[in-house]
């Protein structure tokens, strides 16, 4: 017999397809409550983030900060040197010089020799120099020969149609003219330096307006700045641009360079934002990029942009993330087990309600049935038993002379007395269902019953081609019974198994000792087996297959092992036999000698 073909019965603990709640009411209430937890993570993970971000943002602000003290510090010691000079034209590069100017002058020195290396390379022109110049902020860009003559200049000076003039009348000595341009510059209060070449082939004037003064030394004071902020603190780039958005310092490798007319640009400059910042992806590395006023002289100067690199930050949220999501699937493993547990538990108890409400009804139907036996056999019986008298009566006393008459009147009374025996048997199968729930308990071997039950109905089993086997072994189980009601219960169980076999079969009997405090009696037949909904209903009063008979055999034997606090099984498979289980307690009951079903 195939696991898959088999339909398992059991009483005491039947199954229960009815869900106590709607599978869908239980997956909505799961998912409700999952997706408020994930909303809480979510909401925790940004939280974090803003949290994160707002640290970065007052490193960077600090570092910017840090760049508007140092580069005001700068500006304020070349005011000072400035002021001290007294306004002299010619500043010597000697290592008396206050820092930061001298650190304008090699800056303007660097430019020059720049400049003195296209000569070189006879790659220098007008367009060149103005293009450098207004690429520099550089207000006259001018390259002079020996004898003085401008060769190239980025813009004309005041007075330069004198000099055409003397160039016209006669060239004087080498150098004379060169001191009278760096005159006319000085007269016209305009800083500059004067670069003579290493050669003396001619000289490179670098001139610088108020704007560009102001321009290169607010530049030069950022990049000593920068410069002594260092490298560190997460710092991937940095950059300090004007108002007119050219350069005044660089650190590291930027990303696309922002001009004057840029969103964020625009805000700072008209004070709408203090501090700007968003997450940018740069080299393969993710940033923090944040945008800030240059404050210099309580006056917005510039913007200074910085980029901070998020690695630890990023690695925090990572394992922020990590542990929501484990504690979210933990969550939802608790939830799911909660709400599993709460779904089975209730099904439970509701399923033993309804069970409970069975068995009463059933008790109340088989206690119905009881008294409606006993009070009918009680009044079938003496009518009956009158019938049966007189029924003898006229057999023995009013046989007909006529021999055709006699034998009709014998075979007429043969069907009363045939009748009259099985009603008296119906009725006895009446009173004994009425009278199975009374026990009277004692201790009794198992196989001292079933040994009698195959004794008793060997004969009867060979007739109808059955064998009879039996496997108990030679140790006795011996457990509190009522031996007449067990017996009559088994009998049932026995009989049911015959009658289930057309033709040649097996009935097996089979015992087992006592395992958990029970001791389990199998009664197994090759016989036409059952169906579930036969299963379902065999112990049921008002239910039979049989053409003779009321059917009350398997429900009289169900009472009885329910009254000794048994369960039965039943494992079964249609075309291929049955067999039943009987788990009886191996101990008696508190309930003491007597006991009702």
């Known amino acids: 017999m195939s696991p898959e073909g088999k339909i398992i019965w059991q009483h005491g603990s039947p199954r229960y397809d009815r869900p106590f709640m709607q599978p869908l009411a239980v997956a909505i209430v799961c998912a409700v409550f999952i997706g408020l937890i994930l909303t809480m993570g979510v909401m925790d993970l940004r939280r974090s983030d803003r949290t994160l971000?707002?640290?970065?943002?007052?490193?960077?602000?600090?570092?910017?900060?840090?760049?508007?003290?140092?580069?005001?510090?700068?500006?304020?010691?070349?005011?000072?040197?400035?002021?001290?000079?007294?306004?002299?034209?010619?500043?010597?590069?000697?290592?008396?010089?206050?820092?930061?100017?001298?650190?304008?002058?090699?800056?303007?020195v660097a430019m020059a020799r720049e400049v003195d290396n296209h000569w070189k390379t006879e790659h220098l022109s007008g367009n060149y120099l103005r293009k450098y110049a207004q690429e520099n902020n550089i207000w006259l860009l001018?390259?002079?020969?020996?004898?003085?003559?401008?060769?190239?200049?980025?813009?004309?000076?005041?007075?330069?149609?004198?000099?055409?003039?003397?160039?016209?009348?006669?060239?004087?000595?080498?150098?004379e003219e060169a001191p009278d341009f760096i005159a006319r510059l000085a007269r016209q209060k305009i800083g500059f330096i004067a670069l003579r070449r290493p050669d003396g082939s001619g000289t490179i004037i670098i001139a610088l307006d108020q704007d560009g003064a102001r321009y290169w030394g607010t530049r030069v004071s950022v990049e000593k700045a920068i410069e002594k902020l260092g490298e560190g603190q997460g710092l991937v780039y940095l950059a300090v641009r004007d108002k007119k958005a050219m350069i005044l310092g660089n650190a590291g490798e930027l990303p696309e360079a922002w001009g004057i007319d840029h969103p964020l640009v625009v805000k700072i400059f008209h004070g709408e934002r203090q501090m700007e910042s968003r997450n940018v992806t740069f080299a393969g590395k993710s940033l923090l990029e944040i945008a800030a006023p240059l404050h210099l002289n309580g006056q917005i100067a510039g913007f200074i942009r910085l980029g901070l690199e998020r690695g630890n930050t990023d690695q925090i949220l990572a394992e922020n993330r990590r542990n929501m999501f484990v504690f979210?699937?933990?969550?939802?493993?608790?939830?799911?087990?909660?709400?599993?547990?709460?779904?089975?538990?209730?099904?439970?108890?509701?399923?033993?309600?309804?069970?409970?409400?069975?068995?009463?009804?059933?008790?109340?139907?088989?206690?119905?049935?009881?008294?409606?036996?006993?009070?009918?056999?009680?009044?079938?019986?003496?009518?009956?038993n009158a019938i049966s008298m007189a029924s003898q009566r006229l057999k023995r006393e009013f046989v007909p002379a006529d021999r055709e008459k006699m034998t009709e009147f014998e075979t007429m009374t043969g069907v009363i007395r045939d009748e009259i025996r099985r009603l008296n048997g119906i009725i006895e199968e009446f009173m004994t269902f009425s009278k199975s729930r009374r026990l009277e308990l004692r201790d009794c071997p198992v196989q001292e019953i079933l040994q009698k039950i195959v004794n008793l109905i060997s004969a009867e089993a060979e007739t109808r081609g059955v064998a009879l086997r039996t496997d108990w072994g030679n140790d006795p189980v011996v457990i509190p019974m009522d031996m007449d009601k067990l017996?009559?219960?088994?009998?049932?169980?026995?009989?049911?198994?015959?009658?289930?076999?057309?033709?040649?079969?097996?009935?097996?009997?089979?015992?087992?000792?006592?395992?958990?405090g029970r001791v389990s009696i199998r009664i197994a037949d090759t016989g036409c087996g059952m169906t579930a909904e036969e299963v379902d209903r065999i112990f049921n009063p008002e239910y039979t297959t049989k053409e003779k008979g009321l059917g009350l055999g398997l429900p009289l034997a169900h009472e009885i092992i329910r009254g000794h606090g048994g369960e039965i099984r039943v494992l079964s498979r249609k075309g291929a036999g049955t067999t039943f289980e009987i788990l009886l307690p191996a101990e008696r009951r508190s309930n003491g000698k007597g006991g009702k079903v």
């Not at 960077?60 to 005001?72: A, C, P, S, Y």
């Not at 001018?142 to 003085?148: E, F, P, Q």
């Not at 439970?348 to 109340?364: D, P, S, W």
């Not at 017996?487 to 087992?512: D, H, P, Y």
């Open 328 to 384: 979210l699937a933990f969550v939802v493993l608790i939830a799911l087990l909660s709400m599993w547990l709460l779904y089975h538990n209730q099904n439970r108890h509701l399923a033993g309600i309804v069970e409970m409400t069975r068995q009463l009804e059933k008790a109340e139907r088989l206690s119905a049935l009881g008294q409606l036996a006993a009070g009918v056999a009680h009044e079938i019986r003496n009518p009956l």
């Open 53 to 108: 971000a707002g640290f970065m943002e007052n490193q960077g602000m600090r570092i910017v900060g840090v760049v508007e003290r140092l580069t005001q510090e700068n500006l304020d010691m070349m005011i000072q040197a400035s002021r001290k000079g007294g306004g002299d034209v010619f500043v010597p590069l000697t290592e008396q010089v206050i820092s930061p100017q001298k650190f304008l002058t090699e800056k303007i």
């Open 142 to 175: 001018a390259v002079l020969n020996t004898w003085g003559d401008v060769i190239f200049q980025s813009r004309d000076l005041p007075g330069e149609a004198s000099i055409k003039k003397r160039k016209k009348a006669g060239r004087g000595a080498p150098q």
């Open 487 to 516: 017996q009559q219960a088994f009998l049932n169980f026995v009989k049911n198994a015959m009658e289930s076999i057309s033709g040649e079969g097996a009935v097996t009997l089979s015992v087992r000792k006592p395992e958990g």
